[in-house]
């Protein structure tokens, strides 16, 4: 089965902090996977997918397999990435698998 | 170039009816997926079209189907409306298989009473 988990409801972060959003999935194959962010009243846009190794908006995140995980990360939190952050996954075909998102927060 | 398009934005319906979708891709995309968000399940996979074909199905009851025309425009069906249909109905589209990642519409918002 395809399951993403993302542990927090909500994160809440300083202005020029470091910030890390978790995310765990289970699928037994290769798997293809995603950040999607969500600012207030915008559409849902991707943010990066784990096969490009870019850095968008000075977010990056690494496929771990042995762990399962790709956690998205920023050095320094701007109050603009306040906004909903999904971690997704494609196990084959154009199905995405969503986890359930965490708030991220960042406070002046 | 155009985004996803989705229309229409808003719908309230009765339970019991059928409502009927848009979505119309970015030029070139021949790959469209339904999404439902709602706060409870948050977003889940209803099914995509490619090339007017159903290549893959969520786990929702056949009173949600869907089709997709020669132009790559999709629509999305539900009949015999449920109080819990409620929902965002989100459309994405993308190029094809090698999942360059979707781009999805503004979504529409239905209410059903």
């Known amino acids: 089965a395809q399951r993403v988990t993302q542990p927090e409801k909500l994160l809440s972060v300083f202005k020029g902090a470091p910030v890390e959003l978790k995310c765990n999935y289970s699928?037994?194959?290769?798997?293809?996977l995603f950040w999607y962010v969500q600012y207030s009243r915008q559409r849902l846009q991707l943010l990066l997918r784990h096969i490009s190794r870019e850095s968008i908006k000075g977010f990056t995140a690494d496929l771990n397999k042995g762990e399962t995980s790709f956690h998205l990360k920023k050095p320094f939190a701007q109050e603009e990435d306040s906004a909903m952050y999904y971690c997704a996954l494609s196990g084959g075909g154009n199905k995405l698998v969503f986890g359930a998102g965490t708030i991220l927060r960042v406070k002046s | 170039k155009a985004g996803v398009t989705q229309t229409p934005r808003y719908l309230i319906k009765t339970r019991g009816q059928q409502v009927t979708l848009s979505c119309s891709p970015i030029s070139g995309h021949r790959s469209v997926s339904w999404y439902q968000q709602t706060p409870g399940q948050g977003l889940q996979f209803l099914f995509e079209?490619?090339?007017?074909?159903?290549?893959n199905k969520g786990n929702f009851p056949g009173r949600f189907s869907g089709r997709q025309f020669s132009n790559s425009r999709s629509e999305m069906n539900v009949s015999t409306l449920e109080l819990g249909d409620s929902a965002l109905y989100l459309c994405?589209?993308?190029?094809?298989?090698?999942?360059?990642?979707?781009?999805f519409g503004s979504g529409t918002r239905l209410t059903v009473v």
């Open positions: 994405a589209s993308s190029m094809d298989r090698d999942n360059y990642g979707y781009t």
């Open positions: 079209y490619f090339s007017e074909t159903q290549r």
């Open positions: 699928y037994s194959g290769s798997p293809e």
